[in-house]
Structures are given as structure tokens and as C-alpha cells.
């Protein structure tokens, strides 16, 4: 039931995904109560009495964690190393914030970055101009960007970017990779 609550407190919800398909409170046949019912009915009265308290909340994550599907499928088209994982990317940066009692929010590389003090980029991999042009802004104005491995390495039409990884982000960083 805690793990209920932490879900609550973090903004949880299933509309869609695989936590749609999840039956433990409607089984299949229904000419019988599922076992999870009872503790299911506890809750909601626990919810009712909790609902004035939390009515008009919302979480408010300040670490972001960038996650994009067209970088994702351009590394796992070509990923030159068996061994690299674009999703195995994600582990140690999740690892640093599951571990802290903080909200994190997992957003696409077009949504606004002003409410975040740290946004995680693993394996950023396609950089458009404008998704580049965002992230400078939102460093120069006091942001801090953690990049991953093979980050700002393709353009929007997944080509090499003309200059060397991180492309567009290599005076903001003050750094390149000068051979892969």
C-alpha cells in the first residue's frame, strides 16, 4: 500500500502503456470477487479520507530526463557496439534520482525546460537545430545539462552533424570528441 501512495505523491496515472492491461482488480471471469478487491476497497476509503488534503496538488518535479524515441531507433539502427544499450543509458541516470525522494519528470526533447534545475540527457543522439537551440538557452540561463554517450551526434535527418560530436553544443560544453 506504501508503494501506492509514493505513486500518488508522484503523479501517478495509467491512462495507457502496459498499465492498462494490468487485471488485479477485474479479473477475467467476473462471477467471482478478485482476492486484491478487498484491499482495493480499503484504499479507496483511505483515498476518500486523503482527498481533501491532497484536492488541487500537483507534483513539481525540478529534474527532467530526457527521453527520445528518434535518437533511441537511429542508435539501435546503427549501433556500432553490441554492447551499447540507449535504454541500459538510462540505468545510472535514473539510479541518481530514484534514490532521492524528488519527482523526476521523463519529457520529450520539445517540452519546455524553465521549470527544471538539472535535465538529463542519455544518448541524445539526434539533435535537431531547434532542440539545440532550447538547451543552450536553457543552460546559459542557469540550467544544468547532463549529457550521455553519442549525444548531439546526428541532425534532424539522422546524418552526421557537420561539426564534431556534440555538434551544435561544443562551445556551450567547452568540449568535443575529437575521434569516435
Not at 129 to 134: C, D, S, T
Amino acid at each position: 500500500m506504501a508503494l501506492t501512495w509514493l505513486s500518488i505523491g508522484s503523479g501517478a496515472s495509467a491512462p495507457g502503456g502496459q498499465e492498462e492491461y494490468h487485471g488485479g482488480c477485474s479479473p477475467a471471469r467476473m462471477d467471482r470477487p478478485c482476492p486484491s478487491i478487498t484491499k482495493s476497497s480499503r484504499l479507496v476509503k483511505k483515498f476518500d479520507k486523503a482527498g481533501s488534503a491532497l484536492s488541487g496538488t500537483s507534483p513539481h518535479a525540478e529534474v527532467a530526463l530526457i527521453n527520445d524515441f528518434n535518437s533511441r531507433w537511429a542508435i539501435n539502427f546503427q549501433r556500432h557496439s553490441g554492447a551499447f544499450d540507449p535504454v541500459g543509458e538510462w540505468l545510472p541516470f535514473t539510479a541518481l534520482c530514484v534514490n532521492r525522494p524528488q519527482a523526476v519528470d521523463v519529457i520529450s526533447p520539445d517540452a519546455p525546460l524553465d521549470q527544471y534545475k538539472f535535465v538529463e540527457a542519455p544518448a541524445l543522439n539526434v539533435l535537431p537545430p531547434a532542440v539545440a537551440e532550447r538547451l543552450i538557452a536553457y543552460v546559459k540561463n542557469g540550467g544544468h545539462l547532463l549529457l550521455g554517450p553519442r549525444s548531439a551526434m546526428k541532425d534532424e535527418y539522422n546524418a552526421l552533424q557537420p561539426a564534431r560530436q556534440p555538434g551544435p553544443l561544443v562551445d556551450l560544453l567547452g568540449g568535443r570528441v575529437e575521434q569516435f
